[in-house]
C-alpha cells in the first residue's frame, strides 16, 4: 500500500545518497521487485505504478502465496523444495536470479528431483504489496 511506498522511496533517497557520498554510482546497480503481489488490485497497480516511476530495473514480482507461508514454517527456502507444485513459482523467480548474474543456478529449478516433504494445502493469509530494493556490484 501508500505506506510501503513511501518507505521504498525514502529508502532509496537515502540509498541515493550514500551511494553519491560514497562514489559508487558507477559500482552498484539497483532494482526493485515487488512482494507479496496480488494481482488486478488497486493497490497493486499503485506499486507498479511507482515502480515504474523510479526508471529501476524491475525483474519480476513476486506474488502472493502460500507455498511462502508453508516453506518457511519448514525451515526451507523456494529453492530448497523440491516438489513440482514449486516450479511455477521457481520460474517466476528466474529474471531476478538473471538479473543477479547467477545463471548458473538455474539449472537446479527444473533438474526433476522433486520431493514432497512440504506441505501445501493452504489457509487465507493476509499480506501486504510491497517491493524491496536489491543491489549487485
Known amino acids: 500500500g501508500i505506506f510501503d511506498i513511501l518507505s521504498t522511496k525514502c529508502f532509496l533517497n537515502d540509498l541515493a545518497e550514500i551511494i553519491s557520498e560514497e562514489d559508487l554510482v558507477d559500482d552498484i546497480d539497483i532494482c526493485i521487485v515487488g512482494n507479496a503481489i496480488i494481482p488486478k488490485t488497486d493497490s497493486t497497480n499503485e506499486l507498479f505504478k511507482y515502480i515504474r516511476s523510479t526508471g529501476l530495473d524491475n525483474p519480476c514480482n ?10 518457511t514454517a519448514n525451515g526451507l527456502t523456494l529453492f530448497d523444495a523440491k516438489n513440482s507444485a514449486f516450479a511455477k513459482e521457481k520460474r ?7 538479473w543477479l548474474d547467477s545463471e548458473e543456478n538455474l539449472d537446479d529449478f527444473d533438474d526433476g528431483n522433486y520431493n514432497d516433504d512440504v506441505n501445501t494445502d ?3 493469509v493476509k499480506a501486504e504489496e510491497s517491493a524491496s530494493v536489491v543491489a549487485k556490484n
Open 92 to 98: 517466476v523467480w528466474k529474471p531476478l536470479i538473471s
Open 62 to 71: 513476486i506474488r502472493q502465496e502460500q507455498i511462502y507461508k508453508h516453506l
Open 122 to 124: 493452504s489457509e487465507d
